[in-house]
């Protein structure tokens, strides 16, 4: 039988420590929705018209490895990196881990450029966006009916629309960094930055044909979702607090003989929690900074592929050494599920966020400097700085280049 002592020294041992030696790498997914080309609705995974069909051709042209289930298909690149679906429809590409910013901007750029013009020969667009501008929600089904996906839609489907909307029709860019060699005190840091994150890559404001008001609709869809597994986590030490915030939440997988759902911490009151449901548990929640052996940064709406270098360099050139970490928390000051909201709804235009997200540009962008030509192309920094440029300086200014 399962036990707090042992919970906190798996999470201790699985989570919040490092499962390898060597230098620091980085990997990231990025989601991207497939919509008609012409009738701008999404587009269905099974059927003639549907983007399965073209990922099987390509599959067979490239020589990748095709696993998973038919209902949940999963294809293995030569490269390491994987496809799948998300339950809406979406298209997740998750790369493997590179010893360098430049390597993954490259790598996300050739996978892109090798799906475009295939799905745009099937009258496919493929949208980096943090929420489908167009579809309707009523036009949006659960394509993904699988066991897990199920569960989850009728977990979420009982506290209201906001799980519908973010299991069918949000997109992000998750980028999975080290936990470096203070993985606490990295802990700490990402929590701290997630707003400024949100906003610096909010592209999300029209949902179902109109404009919401909201810079992130995506981010604002995570914080009407359910808080007992989102947001930030701003107590320390990060075992006590993730442990505490994991047992609190509701095991969506099951439900009592009477309908309810209970808390992880419920059923492992009761002797009724396996290694398994753990696991499985862990899985289900979404946190901004979910700890996983590495830290999943997940406050990015998804974005074009031509933009994924400002993400990357920012990350990278904020953790790029202890000094640079250090400076970069007394910025962003403590985590705040408050400023969270204000960065969804106003996202540089509040002001508290765009000057912590300014002063956080700029720091990464000088730490990132200092590793051209090693570690960072020159045309990846000019490209993350002319991103920076537009959405804070405005176009042309040339401060971030």
Same mark, same amino acid.
């Given at each position: ?248 939440? =509701? %095991?969506?997988? !099951? +439900?009592? &003989?009477?309908? $309810?759902?209970?808390?992880?911490? #419920?059923?492992?009151?009761? /002797? ?100 051209? =030509? %090693?570690?960072? !192309? +020159?045309? &990846?920094?000019? $490209?993350?700085?002319?991103?920076? #440029?537009?959405?804070?300086? /405005? ?7």
């Amino acid at each position: 039988m399962l036990t707090l002592d042992w919970l906190a020294d798996d999470l201790r041992r699985t989570v919040f420590s490092a499962h390898r030696q060597g230098p620091p790498r980085i990997g990231a997914e990025l989601e991207l929705i497939p919509v008609g080309a012409a009738s701008r609705r999404i587009v269905p995974i099974a059927g003639e018209a549907g983007t399965l069909r073209v990922l099987y051709d390509l599959a067979r042209q490239h020589g990748w490895d095709v696993a998973g289930s038919a209902e949940a298909p999963m294809f293995r690149l030569p490269g390491g990196g994987t496809i799948t679906y998300e339950p809406g429809g979406q298209i997740e590409y998750s790369s493997p881990p590179f010893p360098s910013p430049s390597a993954l901007i490259a790598n996300l750029a050739s996978v892109v450029s090798t799906l475009r013009d295939p799905f745009a020969a099937a009258g496919v667009e493929l949208l980096g966006v943090g929420i489908d501008p167009e579809t309707p929600p009523a036009e949006a089904p659960l394509q993904l009916r699988t066991d897990r996906y199920l569960r989850m839609d009728d977990y979420f489907g009982r506290l209201g629309p906001a799980g519908a909307r973010m299991m069918r029709q949000t997109a992000a860019f998750q980028v999975a960094v080290e936990l470096g060699p203070d993985p606490m005190a990295r802990w700490r840091l990402l929590n701290a930055i997630a707003p400024e994150v949100i906003a610096l890559f909010a592209n999300s404001s029209r949902y179902a044909g109109q404009e919401t008001g909201y810079a992130s609709y995506r981010a604002a869809a995570w914080r009407s979702l359910d808080s007992s597994r989102t947001g930030v986590l701003n107590t320390a030490p990060p075992v006590a607090s993730y442990l505490e915030f994991a047992l609190a939440a =509701p %095991d969506m997988m !099951r +439900r009592t &003989d009477d309908g $309810r759902y209970r808390s992880f911490c #419920g059923w492992l009151m009761r /002797g009724e929690a396996t290694e398994a449901q753990w696991r499985t548990h862990l899985s289900t929640l979404f946190p901004e900074v979910r700890p996983r052996g590495y830290f999943e940064v997940r406050s990015a709406d998804a974005m074009a592929v031509e933009d994924v270098a400002a993400p990357i360099v920012l990350l990278w050139g904020l953790l790029s050494d202890p000094a640079t970490e250090r400076t970069a928390l007394e910025v962003a000051g403590q985590p705040s599920a408050e400023r969270l909201v204000r960065a969804g709804e106003c996202g540089l235009g509040d002001g508290e966020v765009r000057r912590r997200a300014e002063e956080l540009v700029n720091l990464a962008l000088r730490a990132a400097e200092r590793m051209v =030509p %090693d570690q960072l !192309r +020159r045309q &990846d920094l000019e $490209r993350a700085g002319e991103y920076f #440029g537009r959405v804070i300086a /405005g176009v042309g200014t040339g401060r971030y280049i």
